[in-house]
């Protein structure tokens, strides 16, 4: 198949590109590197330094074999997406290319104002650029867990449900809540794809992943074909901060209760479980939602399974609460439907338990790196 990979120098986008590679499909992708500007502007970089955009091309050639189009251009400019659509004519478009970190968007009103402004304007340009050209084309969507918010329901797995309204039932979209202005501009996303879906009969993925963790897939073997791994408070998220505070020796922060459950995934089951959905895309014209995550856990369970891993290594670790800089229920209840993934076969091959030491083994190497960077590692960005 060809895949065109909208934010492809991203940590899943680079992951997936180099799975598809892996399994003999044709590849190109568009990104205009914000998060690498946005990573410096906080003060922080990858854990692993990052090669260049032709870099990164040149040693998929080498390690792989394959030739990668990478296009350094903004998802947003919906006149690149539509000369990329017709030179490339891939069968799938997978759409990352959007500002994806909870806590850069509440810093202040620009930056709120630019993750919604960002995000929905990448994704309506890519729905009339795609029902312009070819709805056919089966557009994968990064939407996230947290659109659900933490309601007292179970989570369906879908993007409509039978609701009694003053005595009366009617089919309604699931209920949806944001914790961030991030988190709502993926759940504006969704209505705009379920609203131009409908009216352009577009074929859709839209995936509700949990946060991902890890440094390694199959492929990503070796320092040349290694993804970002952010750890800061505002890019890192909770199991890859976690890892980098135990290297480093600082206490592991779970915020407020710690009680905050969420359903994790490792970057390899995550760019498996996007390979099986772009293998066996949906029905001409459906929208099909996915939730995606392995385990479920609270944020405190976490910083003891990583403790107990930086132990086993020789590392010595506290965990330490700190004041939750979030607005969020810290103690709630957590359970998602699953069938979509497991339908289709995916059985997750990686645990936190074991992942975790994996991560802390190939943190290590890069300790004197981090320690310039100790200092963006506690929370600053209050929501507010
Ligand atoms: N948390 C801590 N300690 C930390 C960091 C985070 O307790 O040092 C807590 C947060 O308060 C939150 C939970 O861990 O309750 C998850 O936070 P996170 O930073 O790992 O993830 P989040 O901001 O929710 O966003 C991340 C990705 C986002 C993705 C989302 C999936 O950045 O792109 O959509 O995970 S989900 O969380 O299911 O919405």
């Not at 929905?120 to 089966?138: C, F, R």
């Not at 990503?220 to 505070?245: A, H, K, P, Q, S």
């Amino acid at each position: 198949m060809k895949a065109l990979i909208l934010g492809i120098d991203g940590y899943i986008g680079w992951a997936l590109a180099l799975r598809l590679v892996a399994k003999g499909h044709e590849v190109a992708g568009i990104d205009n590197l914000s998060t690498r500007r946005f990573s410096a502007e906080v003060g922080s970089d990858s854990a692993f330094p990052l090669p260049s955009p032709k870099e990164r091309v040149e040693a998929v050639k080498r390690k792989l074999g394959a030739d990668i189009k990478f296009i350094v251009g903004d998802a947003k400019d919906k006149a690149l997406l539509e000369e990329t659509i017709r030179d490339f004519k891939p069968d799938v478009i997978v759409h990352f290319a959007e500002q994806r970190s909870a806590p850069y968007s509440m810093k202040d009103y620009e930056h709120a104002w630019y993750t919604l402004e960002n995000n929905l304007k990448s994704t309506l340009s890519l729905l009339y650029a795609v029902s312009e050209i070819d709805p056919s084309i089966h557009i994968l969507k990064m939407g996230t867990m947290g659109e659900y918010g933490t309601p007292n329901f179970d989570i369906p797995e879908s993007a409509f449900v039978k609701a009694i309204i003053q005595g009366k039932e009617d089919t309604i979209p699931t209920p949806k809540w944001g914790g961030s202005y991030y988190h709502w501009s993926k759940i504006f996303d969704t209505f705009l794809i379920l609203f131009k879906g409908k009216l352009s009969n577009l074929t859709v993925t839209d995936i509700m992943q949990g946060p991902v963790y890890g440094t390694r897939t199959e492929e990503i073997t070796d320092e040349e074909l290694r993804t970002r791994f952010d750890f800061d408070e505002t890019w890192g998220t909770v199991i890859n901060r976690y890892c980098v505070e135990a290297v480093l020796g600082l206490p592991l922060t779970p915020y407020g209760k710690g009680k905050q459950t969420r359903g994790f995934i490792s970057l390899e089951d995550s760019v498996e479980a996007l390979r099986l959905l772009i293998e066996n895309p949906p029905k001409d014209g459906e929208y099909r939602v996915v939730n995606q995550f392995a385990e479920v856990y609270n944020v405190r369970q976490l910083a003891e399974i990583v403790k107990n891993a930086a132990e086993e290594l020789g590392l010595k670790t506290d965990i330490t609460h700190v004041k939750n800089p979030r607005v969020e229920a810290e103690e709630h209840y957590y359970n998602p439907e699953v069938k979509v993934l497991p339908s289709l076969g995916f059985k997750p091959k990686r645990n936190i338990r074991d992942e975790t030491k994996v991560m802390i083994k190939d943190l290590l190497p890069y300790k004197e790196r981090l320690e310039s960077f100790k200092h963006v590692i506690m929370p600053k960005t209050v929501w507010k």
